[in-house]
Each structure stands twice: as structure tokens, then as C-alpha cells.
């Protein structure tokens, strides 16, 4: 038996173009997680035929030579409260008188009810 190996599948080059009604216009192309955004004025088909050639050549130089990324990790969360800083004093903390008030009882006389018949 043959071994099957999946492949991913190669990502679409995809060109966006932006055409302003003032004769400025923008140009994105991405492939995968590689892009290049260029912005041209046009008077005709030329100018933006021009473009997108410029775009693709510029695109395919950054796939050959992609920008190195380097990610840091995030600091983790803690449920802890910063240490003040020297600049910073620390308010001081009052405590707080925590008062529960007792509702007082009401009665209702016999007379005073609503008759429901």
C-alpha cells in the first residue's frame, strides 16, 4: 500500500484594487500571510495594469525574502495588585463600617385589604 501525505493546500494570490474617483488608487496583494500595499495614480488602463504588474513583482520579493518576526511572549495575568512605585504613593486604606439595616415589619389590618370577590 501507498502512504498518502495531505499537502496543505497552497494559499490563493489575492489582488485588491481600490480605484478613487480622483485618479488615486491602492493595491493589495496577499499570498497566505505575506502581503504588499501599494498606492498609484492612474489616468487610463495603463497606469493600472502598471500596478498590478509592479505589485505582483514586489509581492514575489517578499515571498522570496519574507521579514523576520520575532513574537515575544505576553507577561502572565496575575490576580495581584502591582507594588506602588517610589513616584507613586500608595493611597492609604480605610476600612469600611458595613451596616445591614433591618427592614422594619409590616402588618396589615383586616380591614384595609382588597376583597378579591
Known sequence: MSKKTKSTPVPPTVLVITLE???NGSLLARHG???HLSQ???RGMQEIIAAIQSGAVALGELEQNPPT???TPAEPVTD???APDAE???EPQTAVDEQ???PEPVTIEADS???LF
Open 100 to 102: 445591614v439595616i433591618e
Open 80 to 82: 495581584t495588585p502591582p
Open 40 to 42: 498609484f495614480t492612474y
Open 69 to 71: 518576526v520575532e513574537i
Open 33 to 35: 500571510e505575506l502581503a
Open 113 to 115: 385589604q382588597a376583597k
Open 21 to 23: 474617483a480622483d485618479g
Open 88 to 90: 507613586t504613593e500608595a
